[in-house]
């Protein structure tokens, strides 16, 4: 009996402590959710102010520089593959002509790299390859292929190019600005705070969780009716345990 009526003392200690513990992480829990409110009250304040906007609307300007980014090369390349048979026939008459097997590997990066624009040169000899009759076509696809050979000339080609290369500076620069703002940095280490405070407050919640539980489980009352009954029957009278 004196065992567990000890044994009782613990369970009311062990009980107080959890209890102390839940209290505890409770306003750990109430404290970290208030600095978490701070740190999104910190990022919506930056997200609204001008700096971000400008931010923002660099974004948008990348992304519209890239589709013509993107038409552009498409333009290139259209010009090109509808007229890869003929370059590739024109390849095994001249094999000494190389850049024309560059022009079949990568129109885009052969363009790049034609300073003298000799592509315009080749497209008139195969043209007058075609027309002489030395690269043969059928009928029915010649006319098609002459005007493809027609939209490689130099006014076409240079205006391509030039376009290319000032929508890739402006990339450049819209890149440099981009990844150098002050503004997106900050976001982003207020982004890496929540982040940081969010897995913090998950961890404290699952042990406040966990001490709720273990307290849950201590029936007190259950162990109190318990002793008190085995007191009772031992002494002969009817004992009441006061907490």
Do not use: W
């Not at 790049?112 to 696809?141: H, M, P, Q, T, W």
């Not at 503004?183 to 207020?190: A, G, R, S, W």
């Not at 897995?199 to 709720?212: A, C, F, M, P, Y």
């Amino acid at each position: 009996l004196k065992d567990k009526a000890l044994n009782f003392q613990k369970i009311i200690r062990n009980k107080k402590n959890i209890e102390n513990e839940v209290k505890n992480k409770e306003n750990e829990v109430k404290m970290e959710n208030g600095k978490l409110k701070e740190v999104h009250a910190q990022i919506n304040e930056k997200e609204k102010s001008p700096d971000f906007k400008e931010f923002l609307n660099l974004n948008n300007e990348r992304d519209n520089i890239n589709n013509l980014m993107n038409e552009n090369r498409y333009t290139i390349r259209g010009l090109f593959s509808n007229i890869e048979s003929v370059l590739k026939k024109y390849s095994r008459l001249n094999p000494e002509e190389k850049i024309v097997g560059d022009y079949l590997e990568n129109s885009i990066n052969a363009l790049l790299s034609d300073v003298n624009l000799e592509v315009v040169n080749i497209a008139d000899k195969i043209k007058d390859n075609i027309i002489r009759g030395a690269i043969e076509i059928k009928d029915d696809k010649k006319n098609k292929i002459l005007e493809s050979l027609d939209k490689i000339n130099k006014k076409v080609i240079e205006r391509l190019l030039r376009e290319y290369c000032e929508l890739n500076k402006r990339i450049e620069d819209l890149n440099s600005l981009i990844n150098n703002s002050k503004i997106d940095k900050e976001i982003k280490v207020l982004k890496k705070e929540l982040e940081r405070k969010n897995e913090e407050i998950i961890s404290k919640q699952k042990i406040l969780d966990k001490r709720n539980k273990d307290l849950s489980e201590i029936n007190i009352q259950e162990v109190k009716d318990n002793l008190e009954r085995e007191m009772s029957e031992i002494i002969g009278e009817n004992i009441r345990i006061v907490l």
